[in-house]
């Protein structure tokens, strides 16, 4: 395994699926998404989930390692080394949970606008708008869906400030994100420091000539239910959202560099049941802190604790506000939302 590990001839791609395939059967054989394992996502669960046996969180991306069982770390322990910069390599994980705070409806739920509008296209079943099938067939669900959460129709909220904060700080290594809202981006999270797990509205491709274009420009078309083409060949032009059946975008194979690297892992906002995203959970080393603030236990922190995780149960904008005020960075997140409001109201105005 270590000399396979070293090739330099060795892609992130193939080792991944080398890992994969020794552990569970959640990614075909061609590395793409398969139904029951995974999802696009977006700020709101867009998403099947699922607890599949297949790919155990423990075991598909888990890192070995344990640690002497200790007094159990708080919430404050974790503040007073992030601010005395003991973490400097922070790596954040986050699903929907931290979206819905900014009005990110779930288009699921019946009777929220989005979903009542998505019913005059006759959906086989909710994720078939997320099916390439489906979407070939007729694209105008999906685009239905992308205009209500095309970027810069939502805000983001504190969770996605305290994030920039820490990179700002330069103490954030990597964000990695199940949500397609690009509520990240518009908080000023640079790209480079982002891995959409799930894709992103910031890019798109054509899907017969394979042109690539920037998100903004599909807006016009988007925003007056036109569904956009490519000039060239009058394909569709298609946000770079993962579907199921299309291979994880390659920037996720960051996690194989980061996660051995990062020295606090900071999950928030998410149910951990979609994989591969979830099993990521169980990649930093054993020695690693642990911070869970979410609504509810979930993955390893209910089954499997370590001696160093540390959990904020209840609403998660509470919980980062609370981690937020122990560190003493109230009034810099404060200023740093405020600056970003400001900036969305001066854009919305020319």
């Known amino acids: 395994m270590a000399s396979l590990v070293s090739s330099s001839l060795l892609s992130p791609v193939r ?77 954040v994980m986050a699903g929907a949970g931290i979206s819905t705070p ?38 105008n669900p999906f685009f239905a869906l992308a205009k209500e959460l095309y970027p810069g129709n939502y805000r983001p909220n504190l969770t996605h400030y305290f994030v920039r904060l820490l990179h ?30 799930h894709g992103t509205f910031a890019t798109a491709t054509c899907t017969v000539c394979l042109r690539e274009y920037e998100g903004e420009e599909l807006r016009s078309d988007v925003m007056s239910g036109t569904v956009p083409q490519c000039p060239s060949c009058k394909g569709v032009v298609k946000p770079d959202i993962v579907f199921f059946g299309e291979e994880l975008p390659l920037h996720f194979f960051k996690y194989l560099t ?50 160093h995780d540390v959990v904020q149960l209840g609403d998660v904008v509470a919980g980062v506000r609370a981690l937020v005020d122990a560190l003493g960075w109230t009034q810099e997140l404060d200023a740093l939302m405020a600056a970003g409001a400001e900036k969305a109201s001066t854009k919305t105005e020319e």
């Open 15 to 91: 080792l991944f699926l080398y890992l994969s395939s020794r552990t569970s059967r959640t990614l075909s054989a061609n590395g793409r998404l398969s139904q029951r394992s995974s999802c696009p996502g977006s700020g709101a669960a867009l998403c099947r989930q699922t607890n599949s046996p297949r790919w155990n969180g423990t075991r598909g991306f888990s890192s070995r390692g344990g640690g002497s069982a200790e007094d159990q770390q708080t919430l404050e322990d974790i503040a007073k080394s992030i601010r005395e910069r003991q973490y400097r390599r922070v790596v």
């Open 102 to 139: 900014s009005g990110i409806p779930d288009f699921r739920s019946p009777g929220s606008g989005l979903y009542d509008n998505l019913q005059q296209y006759d959906l086989p079943y909710a994720e078939a708008i997320f099916e390439l099938s489906f979407f070939h067939q007729n694209p």
């Open 168 to 197: 700002k700080k330069s103490q954030l290594l990597r964000m990695y994100t199940q949500n397609i809202d690009g509520l990240e981006r518009l908080a000023g999270i640079p790209p480079e420091m982002l891995v959409e797990a």
């Open 258 to 307: 980061d996660f051995p690297q990062a020295d606090l892992l900071i999950i928030m906002g998410t149910s951990l049941e979609v994989e591969p995203f979830a099993s990521l959970a169980g990649s930093v080393r054993g020695s690693v802190p642990r911070l869970l603030i979410n609504r509810d236990l979930v993955g390893p922190f209910a089954w499997r604790r370590r001696p």
